[in-house]
Protein backbone atom coordinates (compact mmCIF):
# COMPACT_ATOMS: atom_id res chain seq x y z
CA UNK A 1 0.00 0.00 0.00
CA UNK A 2 1.10 3.35 -0.52
CA UNK A 3 1.81 5.97 1.85
CA UNK A 4 0.60 9.51 1.72
CA UNK A 5 1.73 12.08 -0.31
CA UNK A 6 3.76 13.56 2.12
CA UNK A 7 5.91 10.96 3.76
CA UNK A 8 8.79 9.15 2.39
CA UNK A 9 6.65 5.59 2.41
CA UNK A 10 6.07 5.02 -1.23
CA UNK A 11 8.93 6.95 -2.62
CA UNK A 12 11.18 5.97 -6.30
CA UNK A 13 14.45 6.52 -5.45
CA UNK A 14 16.11 6.70 -8.84
CA UNK A 15 18.38 8.74 -11.36
CA UNK A 16 17.16 11.65 -12.73
CA UNK A 17 16.42 12.05 -16.10
CA UNK A 18 17.53 14.77 -18.51
CA UNK A 19 13.92 15.74 -19.56
CA UNK A 20 13.35 16.24 -15.89
CA UNK A 21 16.45 18.46 -14.98
CA UNK A 22 14.16 21.64 -14.82
CA UNK A 23 11.58 20.09 -12.37
CA UNK A 24 14.94 18.95 -10.30
CA UNK A 25 16.39 22.59 -10.19
CA UNK A 26 12.99 23.71 -9.18
CA UNK A 27 12.73 21.69 -6.13
CA UNK A 28 16.34 22.33 -5.33
CA UNK A 29 15.70 26.20 -5.43
CA UNK A 30 12.55 25.94 -3.38
CA UNK A 31 13.88 24.05 -0.63
CA UNK A 32 17.50 25.48 -0.11
CA UNK A 33 15.86 29.27 -0.96
CA UNK A 34 16.31 30.30 2.87
CA UNK A 35 19.86 28.62 3.55
CA UNK A 36 21.96 31.01 5.01
CA UNK A 37 24.88 31.25 2.60
CA UNK A 38 21.78 31.86 0.11
CA UNK A 39 20.00 34.32 1.96
CA UNK A 40 23.94 36.29 2.45
CA UNK A 41 24.69 36.02 -1.55
CA UNK A 42 21.61 37.08 -3.17
CA UNK A 43 19.78 39.27 -0.67
CA UNK A 44 16.88 39.17 1.94
CA UNK A 45 13.55 38.91 -0.68
CA UNK A 46 12.78 35.17 -0.99
CA UNK A 47 11.24 35.97 -4.52
CA UNK A 48 14.21 37.68 -5.50
CA UNK A 49 16.22 34.72 -3.90
CA UNK A 50 14.37 32.11 -5.69
CA UNK A 51 14.76 33.73 -9.32
CA UNK A 52 19.04 33.80 -8.65
CA UNK A 53 18.45 30.18 -7.34
CA UNK A 54 17.10 28.71 -9.88
CA UNK A 55 19.33 30.51 -12.50
CA UNK A 56 22.52 29.98 -10.21
CA UNK A 57 21.59 25.97 -10.45
CA UNK A 58 20.10 25.84 -14.18
CA UNK A 59 23.52 26.86 -15.04
CA UNK A 60 25.13 24.45 -12.99
CA UNK A 61 23.02 21.60 -14.55
CA UNK A 62 23.46 22.60 -18.05
CA UNK A 63 27.02 23.79 -17.93
CA UNK A 64 28.64 20.66 -15.32
CA UNK A 65 26.38 18.07 -16.44
CA UNK A 66 25.17 18.27 -12.35
CA UNK A 67 21.73 16.49 -13.84
CA UNK A 68 23.38 13.80 -14.66
CA UNK A 69 24.42 12.91 -11.26
CA UNK A 70 21.67 13.43 -9.64
CA UNK A 71 19.01 10.79 -7.87
CA UNK A 72 15.59 11.84 -7.26
CA UNK A 73 12.78 10.98 -4.87
CA UNK A 74 9.53 10.53 -6.48
CA UNK A 75 6.26 10.80 -5.00
CA UNK A 76 3.20 8.26 -5.72
CA UNK A 77 2.35 10.40 -8.22
CA UNK A 78 5.61 10.73 -10.17
CA UNK A 79 6.63 14.56 -9.12
CA UNK A 80 10.30 14.90 -7.54
CA UNK A 81 9.98 15.90 -4.22
CA UNK A 82 13.69 15.66 -3.13
CA UNK A 83 17.35 15.71 -5.29
CA UNK A 84 20.98 14.69 -4.22
CA UNK A 85 23.70 15.64 -6.29
CA UNK A 86 26.33 12.56 -6.25
CA UNK A 87 29.40 14.13 -8.25
CA UNK A 88 31.66 11.29 -8.83
CA UNK A 89 35.38 11.36 -8.15
CA UNK A 90 37.29 14.04 -10.64
CA UNK A 91 33.87 15.83 -11.71
CA UNK A 92 33.79 18.36 -8.62
CA UNK A 93 36.44 20.98 -10.09
CA UNK A 94 34.76 22.59 -13.03
CA UNK A 95 37.38 23.15 -16.17
CA UNK A 96 38.50 26.34 -17.55
CA UNK A 97 35.76 26.07 -20.46
CA UNK A 98 33.42 25.19 -18.27
CA UNK A 99 33.90 28.06 -15.73
CA UNK A 100 33.70 30.27 -18.85
CA UNK A 101 30.42 29.43 -19.89
CA UNK A 102 29.25 29.32 -16.28
CA UNK A 103 30.43 33.32 -15.94
CA UNK A 104 27.21 35.02 -18.18
CA UNK A 105 25.17 33.22 -16.18
CA UNK A 106 26.21 33.75 -12.81
CA UNK A 107 26.84 37.76 -14.20
CA UNK A 108 23.04 37.77 -14.69
CA UNK A 109 22.44 37.94 -11.11
CA UNK A 110 24.01 41.22 -10.48
CA UNK A 111 27.22 42.36 -9.90
CA UNK A 112 27.10 42.41 -5.75
CA UNK A 113 25.73 38.64 -6.23
CA UNK A 114 28.29 37.69 -8.81
CA UNK A 115 30.89 38.79 -6.11
CA UNK A 116 29.65 37.25 -3.62
CA UNK A 117 28.67 33.89 -5.35
CA UNK A 118 32.45 34.27 -6.05
CA UNK A 119 34.01 34.45 -2.74
CA UNK A 120 31.60 31.76 -1.18
CA UNK A 121 32.39 29.40 -4.03
CA UNK A 122 36.08 29.93 -4.01
CA UNK A 123 36.43 29.47 0.00
CA UNK A 124 34.47 26.38 -1.07
CA UNK A 125 36.93 25.20 -3.88
CA UNK A 126 39.99 25.64 -1.63
CA UNK A 127 38.37 23.32 0.64
CA UNK A 128 37.71 20.42 -1.73
CA UNK A 129 40.34 17.44 -0.76
CA UNK A 130 42.78 16.74 -3.14
CA UNK A 131 42.63 12.98 -2.98
CA UNK A 132 39.95 11.83 -5.36
CA UNK A 133 36.18 11.70 -3.35
CA UNK A 134 32.77 11.16 -4.15
CA UNK A 135 31.32 14.99 -4.02
CA UNK A 136 27.84 15.21 -2.11
CA UNK A 137 25.78 18.40 -3.20
CA UNK A 138 23.76 19.83 -3.46
CA UNK A 139 20.37 18.19 -1.60
CA UNK A 140 17.49 19.20 -1.19
CA UNK A 141 13.57 18.69 -0.06
CA UNK A 142 10.91 20.58 -1.44
CA UNK A 143 9.70 22.80 1.12
CA UNK A 144 6.58 21.87 2.21
CA UNK A 145 7.97 18.29 2.64
CA UNK A 146 10.72 18.78 4.63
CA UNK A 147 11.57 16.36 7.96
CA UNK A 148 8.93 13.22 6.26
CA UNK A 149 12.23 11.65 6.01
CA UNK A 150 12.50 11.95 2.09
CA UNK A 151 16.20 13.20 2.91
CA UNK A 152 17.14 9.94 4.80
CA UNK A 153 16.11 7.42 1.98
CA UNK A 154 17.87 9.80 -0.46
CA UNK A 155 20.80 9.68 1.72
CA UNK A 156 20.98 5.73 1.86
CA UNK A 157 20.31 5.34 -1.57
CA UNK A 158 23.28 7.27 -1.79
CA UNK A 159 25.55 5.77 0.51
CA UNK A 160 24.62 2.26 -0.67
CA UNK A 161 25.84 4.05 -4.42
CA UNK A 162 29.18 5.25 -2.84
CA UNK A 163 30.11 1.98 -1.00
CA UNK A 164 29.43 -0.29 -3.45
CA UNK A 165 31.81 1.82 -5.93
CA UNK A 166 34.30 2.65 -2.99
CA UNK A 167 35.95 5.73 -2.01
CA UNK A 168 35.74 8.61 0.67
CA UNK A 169 32.70 11.29 0.51
CA UNK A 170 32.84 14.52 0.84
CA UNK A 171 30.63 17.74 1.72
CA UNK A 172 29.99 21.22 2.81
CA UNK A 173 27.15 22.54 4.47
CA UNK A 174 25.71 26.40 5.93
CA UNK A 175 23.18 24.68 8.46
CA UNK A 176 24.06 23.18 11.61
CA UNK A 177 20.95 20.64 11.67
CA UNK A 178 22.42 19.42 8.41
CA UNK A 179 25.95 18.49 10.64
CA UNK A 180 23.96 16.12 12.81
CA UNK A 181 21.69 14.82 9.86
CA UNK A 182 24.98 13.95 7.46
CA UNK A 183 26.43 12.54 10.78
CA UNK A 184 23.71 9.89 11.17
CA UNK A 185 24.86 8.80 7.64
CA UNK A 186 28.99 8.38 8.53
CA UNK A 187 30.21 11.88 7.92
CA UNK A 188 32.54 13.62 9.92
CA UNK A 189 33.54 17.46 10.44
CA UNK A 190 36.85 18.09 9.16
CA UNK A 191 37.27 21.56 9.11
CA UNK A 192 34.87 25.17 10.08
CA UNK A 193 34.87 28.43 8.19
CA UNK A 194 32.93 31.47 8.27
CA UNK A 195 31.70 32.50 4.86
CA UNK A 196 30.03 35.40 4.28
CA UNK A 197 29.45 35.67 7.70
CA UNK A 198 28.18 32.21 7.86
CA UNK A 199 29.69 29.26 9.56
CA UNK A 200 30.42 26.70 7.42
CA UNK A 201 31.48 22.78 7.89
CA UNK A 202 32.98 20.37 6.10
CA UNK A 203 32.80 17.06 6.18
CA UNK A 204 33.61 14.00 5.25
CA UNK A 205 32.82 10.29 5.36
CA UNK A 206 35.83 7.62 4.39
CA UNK A 207 35.29 4.98 2.39
CA UNK A 208 34.01 1.60 3.66
Known sequence: MKASRGGSEGLEIGALDTSDAGEAVDVLSRGMRDNPLHV?????????????????????????????????????????????????????RPSIGQQLRLMPRVLANGPRATLRTARWLGAWAKRDPKPPHWHLGPVA????????????????????????????????????????????????????QEILGVPNWFMLRPAR
Not at 51 to 78: E, S
Not at 179 to 185: A, K, L, N
Open 141 to 192: VDAHLQGAGIGSRLMEAYCARVDAAGGDAYLETDKLANVRFYERFGFEVVGE
Open 40 to 92: AAFGGDPELRLRKLRRMFGAAAGVLDLHRHMLVARNPDGAIVGVCGTMPPGGC
